[in-house]
């Protein structure tokens, strides 16, 4: 599986979460049952890294959201951010950009126009922060 299925992934699986408070295992069941796939290894294990740092994420989230409030956004943009926002600081093996990238093309697929812009300029406003602090 490419990389970028298993973003897509773990976005599904975020996305989801927003709707229900189900366990990952519920959440793979339903996936594996209404769609006939395979969760990977990788999304399964950004999906516990946000709940496991959910509030340090989302903090951050909202740092970078002027003039907005997380609850205000709509939840691809939430769920976009939190996946990006996760790899952006615990997976080191990930370039920044790349995170960024993919995030922003998650947005355009399953999002709006507004979307898309908005979350490049969140996780932009993050790169230059983590960037800063090293």
Same mark, same amino acid.
């Given at each position: 599986?490419?990389?970028?299925?298993?973003?897509?992934?773990?976005?599904?699986?975020?996305?989801?979460?927003?709707?229900?408070?189900?366990?990952?295992?519920?959440?793979?069941?339903?996936?594996?049952?209404?769609?006939?796939?395979?969760?990977?290894?990788?999304?399964?294990?950004?999906?516990?890294?946000?709940?496991?740092?959910?509030?340090?994420?989302?903090?951050?989230? !909202? #740092?970078?959201?002027?003039?907005?409030?997380? $609850?205000?956004?709509?939840?691809? %943009?939430?769920?976009?951010?939190? *996946?990006?926002?996760?790899?952006?600081?615990?997976? !080191? #093996?990930?370039?920044?950009?790349?995170?960024? $990238?993919?995030?922003?093309?998650? %947005?355009?697929?399953?999002?709006? *126009?507004?979307?898309?812009?908005?979350?490049?300029?969140?996780?932009?406003?993050?790169?230059?922060?983590?960037?800063?602090?090293?």
């Amino acid at each position: 599986m490419k990389r970028h299925e298993a973003r897509e992934q773990a976005f599904f699986l975020i996305f989801e979460r927003t709707f229900q408070e189900a366990s990952l295992e519920e959440l793979v069941e339903s996936a594996q049952l209404a769609r006939d796939i395979t969760i990977c290894g990788f999304a399964q294990n950004v999906f516990h890294g946000v709940e496991k740092h959910g509030e340090e994420i989302d903090g951050m989230i !909202e #740092k970078h959201c002027i003039g907005w409030t997380k $609850n205000r956004l709509s939840r691809v %943009a939430v769920s976009v951010l939190r *996946t990006a926002v996760y790899e952006m600081l615990y997976e !080191e #093996k990930i370039p920044v950009s790349v995170s960024i $990238n993919e995030a922003v093309e998650i %947005a355009k697929t399953y999002g709006s *126009t507004e979307d898309a812009s908005f979350v490049n300029g969140v996780l932009g406003s993050v790169a230059k922060e983590l960037e800063s602090a090293q």
